[in-house]
């Protein structure tokens, strides 16, 4: 049976994690079933894609029994086979959210971060519990944290903080919105909706100029935003 289960509501595509009695934990496994979903056409068809776990864990992170005694060489391996999920799951060109109740931690995190938006209700409780673990968190966290809060707090998050609550994501910009327990996925899903209502090729065009802007001059940056609004000036229903 599959880790990761893929459905549509209506355009949107709902990706559950599967893995409840370990807490969503992100075994290789599991990776794998993600990377199967991110090609199925429920997924590639959607308009718009929401990532989502369960009651008591969105995911408590990696799966702390694959990290042990990896080799340099089985690190090596790791990201060529499934640990890349997370930057293809940044790569999609549609829209993506997370709903996150539960515990969101460590790799976990980082899977929400990799999605445009997060909506988390009361009961999520976030951390980093890498660097106590004597790694860091290697799945785009350390630069999509630093990009959405700046060093300082990342640090902060990293170094300091062992946890934080969703009002505290809230405030440093890590989640989008904070909603009552129970109703993160309804939101997201109600969010998803309103954006599968915006022309795709704008809504895709404008977030992957954004994605690229940390890695680009403003001049580029500047360029890349005129060229794809030339693209879009001739699309159907452009003024
Ligand atoms: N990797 C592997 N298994 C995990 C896991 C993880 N990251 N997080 C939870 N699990 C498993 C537990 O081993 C347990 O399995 P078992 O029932 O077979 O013993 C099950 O999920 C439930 O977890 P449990 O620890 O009993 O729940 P809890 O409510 O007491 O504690 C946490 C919840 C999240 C505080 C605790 O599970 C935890 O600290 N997990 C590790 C978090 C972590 O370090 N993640 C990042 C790694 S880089």
Redesign the pocket.
């Known amino acids: 049976m599959s880790l990761v289960e893929v459905s549509r509501d209506g355009v949107v595509c709902v990706v559950r994690l599967r893995r409840e009695?370990?807490?969503n934990?992100l075994s290789s496994a599991l990776e794998s079933d993600l990377k199967d979903v991110l090609a199925s056409d429920e997924l590639r068809t959607s308009a718009c894609v929401v990532v989502t776990g369960g009651e008591r864990a969105f995911s408590?992170?990696?799966?702390?029994?694959e990290?042990r005694d990896r080799t340099p060489e089985a690190v090596v391996d790791y990201y060529r086979e499934t640990g890349d999920v997370y930057e293809r799951v940044a790569a999609l060109p549609q829209p993506t959210l997370s709903a996150i109740s539960g515990?969101c931690?460590?790799?976990g995190l980082e899977l929400a971060l990799a999605t445009d938006f997060r909506i988390a209700d009361e009961t999520a409780a976030f951390g980093f519990?890498?660097v106590a673990?004597g790694?860091l968190p290697s799945s785009g966290g350390t630069q999509r944290v630093t990009r959405l809060v700046g060093p300082a707090r990342a640090k902060e998050l990293m170094l300091l903080r062992p946890r934080f609550d969703a009002r505290e994501a809230l405030a440093y910009g890590l989640v989008t919105e904070v909603v009552p327990d129970g109703t993160a996925l309804g939101r997201a899903l109600e969010l998803a909706r309103g954006l599968a209502e915006l022309p795709p090729l704008a809504a895709s065009v404008t977030k992957q100029a954004i994605d690229a802007m940390p890695e680009s001059s403003q001049a580029a940056g500047i360029l890349i935003e005129r060229l794809a609004y030339g693209l879009l000036s001739q699309t159907e229903g452009a003024p």
Request: without cysteine.
């Open positions: 009695e370990k807490l934990a408590a992170g990696a799966d702390v029994n990290l515990y931690l460590g790799g519990p890498e673990l790694i």
